[in-house]
């Protein structure tokens, strides 16, 4: 017998929220350092699925791909999660190289 699947609506998952309370960018890097089954057992479902997903760690964009969540409401559950420090929120660690963003526009700007 097939298993059917019910669907929650995103502002359930969220209580309407669409902010964060920091910034979580499509690529930024989240993972779980220490994991407790205990605590994924006490999440709701959506929940527990990012933070099982995120004991390697994975970008926002990945764990929403592969949960099968908007980008919108996977950015709000990781928020969460991390408040709860039971999930580490990487720090983007790279420098923009701006001699390349203006070569790149301005080979933009001799294309057009």
Not at 35 to 62: K, M, N, Q, T
């Amino acid at each position: 017998m097939p298993m059917t699947y019910w669907k929650v609506r995103p502002y359930v998952l969220t209580a309407g929220r669409t902010r964060t309370r920091q910034p979580l960018l499509v690529h930024t890097l989240v993972s779980v350092p220490y994991y407790d089954a205990v605590f994924a057992s006490g999440l709701l479902p959506e929940a527990r699925s990012l933070y099982e997903h995120a004991r390697r760690a994975r970008s926002v964009a990945e764990l929403s791909a592969v949960c099968g969540m908007s980008l919108g409401v996977t950015r709000v559950v990781v928020d969460d999660l991390a408040a709860t420090d039971r999930l580490t929120i990487h720090a983007d660690t790279y420098t923009l190289d701006f001699r390349l963003l203006e070569r790149l526009r301005d080979g933009l700007r001799r294309l057009a």
